[in-house]
């Protein structure tokens, strides 16, 4: 499956933003769909997934209570939204598919990853 990431931009402090995240190829409804970024000079983490029907999600701390994950299987689009940003959420943001094998997906490699999406948070 190829993604392409959309969305990112500069944006204020307690400012929101919605990530895109198209699908093509595969049949987008084998496919968990997560979302990672990556500060300058920070190791690329998890920031949220999506089960394929939607019934499963997984949020890391950092975006617990002010994003939201969710996708459109008739669209093959995945989204992230965020609200409240804070600086700290300043990074390249990466939408990434994996095919679906229960709660253990989130901790296995991805198969496909999107080029990447630029949030710049500022204060």
């Known amino acids: 499956v190829q993604l392409v990431e959309s969305g990112g931009g500069l944006v204020r402090v307690g400012d929101s933003l919605r990530l895109s995240c198209a699908a093509s190829?595969?049949?987008?409804?084998?496919?968990?769909i997560l979302w990672f970024r990556q500060a300058p000079g920070k190791e690329r983490e998890i920031v949220a997934g999506?089960?394929?029907?939607?019934?499963?999600?997984i949020y890391a701390d950092s975006a617990k209570g002010r994003f939201t994950i969710s996708r459109d299987n008739a669209l093959s689009t995945g989204t992230l939204q965020m609200n409240n940003l804070k600086s700290e959420d300043t990074a390249e943001y990466f939408c990434?598919?994996?095919?679906?094998?229960?709660?253990?997906?989130?901790?296995?490699?991805?198969?496909?990853w999107g080029k990447g999406t630029l949030v710049t948070v500022s204060s």
């Open positions: 190829g595969d049949p987008f409804l084998l496919y968990a």
């Open positions: 999506i089960s394929p029907s939607g019934g499963n999600t």
């Open positions: 990434a598919a994996s095919p679906w094998r229960g709660p253990n997906t989130w901790s296995r490699d991805m198969e496909s």
